[in-house]
């Protein structure tokens, strides 16, 4: 997923009025559009429109191509005309940060999982989502000499990709926001049993000894804590 401040600039792009409409008119229609075609549909003067049209490409909210409309070719037949289509990138913005792509991720594959192996629900989610929390964890940078304080610094990184907001309180890291807060509240235990599986998938995926992720829920905070120790 696209770091926050990518994305709250392509959000930002569409504060302007006259370039939210021409974004809007672009997206909608059936086939990509000629900076000539959008000035006379908007009614807005053409130099105005090749400013916003291009600010749009520079966000990554449209795309460029390049046609000759009258479908001649060979000498004679002009240049070809900048053609603008919406592209097929997504961009969303929540704050507090929320992963609810990654929870359908998850949840989408265990119910295939489920499906196929006949694995009750609840186990594979759980499944998937260790998985998934260990490939995580395995695809962050590993340092040539590890030592416990990077291996923290490592946890906190992936995990605040991830949305999780983690502190670092003594030895033990508390994550501050849960990113699949409207799923964990309507349907608590799925949810927390996923998310403490794939907190407990990254600490293995990042190859962290002697710290555990547990159910620890508390007002303000992921209901996932890891501790290097938990009370008995």
């Known amino acids: 997923m696209e770091d926050l401040q990518a994305?709250?600039?392509s959000i930002g792009a569409l504060a302007e009025p006259s370039r939210l409409a021409l974004y809007r008119y672009v997206a909608g229609a059936t086939e990509p559009v000629s900076r000539e075609q959008a000035a006379a549909a908007m009614d807005l003067p053409l130099h105005s429109?090749?400013?916003h049209l291009d600010r749009l490409v520079a966000e990554g909210l449209l795309e460029v191509e390049y046609r000759r409309l009258t479908g001649r070719t060979g000498p004679g037949a002009g240049r070809p005309s900048k053609l603008y289509r919406r592209t097929s990138r997504h961009v969303s913005v929540s704050l507090p940060e929320r992963r609810y792509d990654l929870a359908g991720e998850v949840l989408a594959a265990a119910v295939e999982r489920s499906t196929r192996e006949g694995t009750p629900i609840a186990e594979a989610v759980q499944q998937v989502a260790h998985a998934t929390g260990t490939r995580l964890g395995s695809e962050a940078p590993v340092p040539r000499r590890?030592?416990?304080a990077e291996s923290t610094a490592r946890l906190v990184g992936v995990l605040g990709d991830h949305g999780y907001e983690?502190?670092?309180?003594?030895?033990?890291v508390c994550l501050t926001?849960?990113?699949f807060d409207r799923l964990a509240t309507e349907h608590t235990e799925l949810v927390c049993g996923m998310n403490l599986a794939l907190v407990d998938g990254v600490l293995d995926g990042l190859h962290i000894e002697g710290m555990s992720a547990r159910l620890e829920p508390q007002?303000?905070?992921c209901c996932v804590k890891v501790a290097t120790k938990f009370p008995a």
């Open 166 to 172: 983690p502190r670092l309180v003594d030895d033990d």
């Open 177 to 179: 926001n849960c990113p």
């Open 219 to 221: 007002p303000g905070f």
């Open 7 to 9: 994305q709250v600039a």
């Open 49 to 51: 429109v090749k400013f």
């Open 146 to 148: 590890p030592r416990r």
